[in-house]
């Protein structure tokens, strides 16, 4: 098993007696180019399509950079079939129906038939703070630093 696979399990994978996630907060820490954000990427993807009404958010250095991460995944999942979920007839996509990208400047997200979505939001304490989410991630939060980070973190726990 790869690093990032017995990080996977040992962290996002662990339960506890109920059913629940084991840790409540997970931090991965690994060398530059180790696939950290794609590994976490490849997870909340799974956890949409698995858990009806899933919800994370994803934040990053910037909105923009959240934005285009989050495109980025999306435009591969349209790639390879994934795409054709239609809230109503008159919206158009090809593909199993599975989900949808939606692009709105800076409000992009993965929106699964299932219920499930995936949603950017800016790094700014009041855009955590009002969104209840299953999983919240953060790419990059060592680029929080100071009091921005302090606010930041206070308005995500």
């Known amino acids: 098993m790869t690093p990032q ?5 040992l962290l996002f994978g662990a339960l506890d007696d109920e059913g ?28 949409a399509l698995r858990r009806p009404g899933y919800k994370a958010v994803v934040t990053a250095q910037s ?11 999306g435009e591969m999942l349209e790639a390879n079939g ?12 090809e593909g199993n129906g599975t989900m949808r990208v939606l692009r709105n400047g800076g409000r992009e997200k993965l929106e699964f ?6 949603l950017v939001v800016p790094p700014t ?4 703070r009002s969104k209840a989410a299953d999983d919240i991630v953060i790419d990059e939060a060592g680029e929080f ?13």
């Open 82 to 93: 994934y795409a054709g979920y239609k809230r109503k007839e008159l919206d158009e996509a």
């Open 5 to 9: 696979g017995r990080n996977e399990a």
């Open 20 to 47: 629940g996630s084991l840790y409540k907060t997970c931090v991965v820490q690994m060398p530059r180019r180790a696939t950290k954000s794609t590994t976490i990427w490849a997870t909340i993807i799974g956890r």
């Open 145 to 157: 630093e100071g009091r921005k980070g302090e606010e930041f973190m206070t308005g995500v726990l």
């Open 63 to 73: 909105g923009t950079v959240a934005s285009s991460l989050l495109l980025e995944h």
């Open 113 to 118: 038939a299932n219920k499930s979505v995936i």
């Open 125 to 128: 304490p009041a855009a955590v």
